[in-house]
């Protein structure tokens, strides 16, 4: 009864003086006398490197003539797929997608469609690459535009990098970030004399996956795809019995 008197005593020393340093270092406090308990908010930090890379890229061609189209596109599409294999990308890495096909329609002089006529066909194909090999595939993704110059148009999109292994890190920095919220509330509690007791209750937040060196977070969680280095951050907010 002594402990828990003087605990109810500190807690206003302990939010002036102690929580300021935690809340600015990112942690959240909370202390309810009532039930005497204390809710700290743990997190965990690891930087880490993609090890998965998808690139996709779109071959279009457009002619008069459906035949036309057609044929341009395949001929497009096998020097592309060419390309990637002389530059070492297997051929079960590539994978090309069935042809979309889009007419197009002339208009008369009230800009209206004439829709029983078709004046030219576009049509196009998706390549796309799934690779572990980030390094290269992220040359070839730059080095594409390449093709120009052997006449085939290619809309490039931005490699997606991604981290195969994140289900087991989740777990570890959960763990993690659990173990930094009882050291916040043992610290915390210490400095008005009283003793963390047991684990109350755990939530865990979402992971935050973001470009190195960011912190930003969002409610639904951040899952950053465009770098190949990246800081994953995980929160848990845990409380305490206070003795």
């Known amino acids: 009864m ?3 008197g003087r605990f109810l005593s500190g807690v206003s020393l302990a939010i002036g003086l102690v929580l300021a340093a935690w809340i600015g270092a990112g942690a ?7 039930d005497q308990t204390i809710t700290v ?4 930090r690891r930087q880490i490197v993609s090890d998965s890379v998808v690139w996709r ?16 596109l395949n001929e497009n599409v096998t020097k592309v797929v060419a390309y990637l294999k002389s530059k070492g990308v297997a051929s079960d890495q590539i994978v090309v997608s069935s042809v979309s096909t889009l007419p197009f329609h002339p208009r008369n002089d009230k800009g209206i469609e004439i829709l029983d006529t078709v004046s030219s066909y576009k049509m196009s194909q998706e390549i796309s690459i799934r690779s572990v090999d980030v390094e290269k595939i992220t040359r070839i993704s730059r080095d594409a535009t390449a093709l120009i110059n052997q006449g085939v148009l290619l809309e490039s999109h931005d490699p997606e990098y991604r981290y195969t292994k994140l289900g087991d890190l989740k777990i570890q920095m959960l763990a993690e970030a659990a173990k930094d919220a009882k050291i916040r509330a043992t610290q ?11 684990l109350r209750s755990a939530r865990m937040g979402v992971l935050q996956i973001n470009p190195a060196g960011s912190s930003e977070t969002s409610s639904e969680g951040n899952n950053d795809i465009k770098s ?12 305490f019995a206070v003795e």
């Not at 908010?41 to 965990?44: E, F, V």
């Not at 915390?188 to 047991?198: D, F, P």
């Open 2 to 4: 002594h402990d828990k």
């Open 28 to 34: 959240l406090v909370r202390i309810k006398t009532q």
């Open 41 to 44: 908010t743990g997190s965990a």
């Open 57 to 72: 890229a779109n071959v279009p061609s457009q002619a008069a003539q459906m035949n036309d189209t057609y044929k341009q």
């Open 188 to 198: 915390i509690a210490a400095s008005t004399g009283a003793k963390v007791g047991a």
């Open 228 to 239: 190949i280095e990246k800081d994953v951050i995980a929160v848990v907010t845990c409380s």
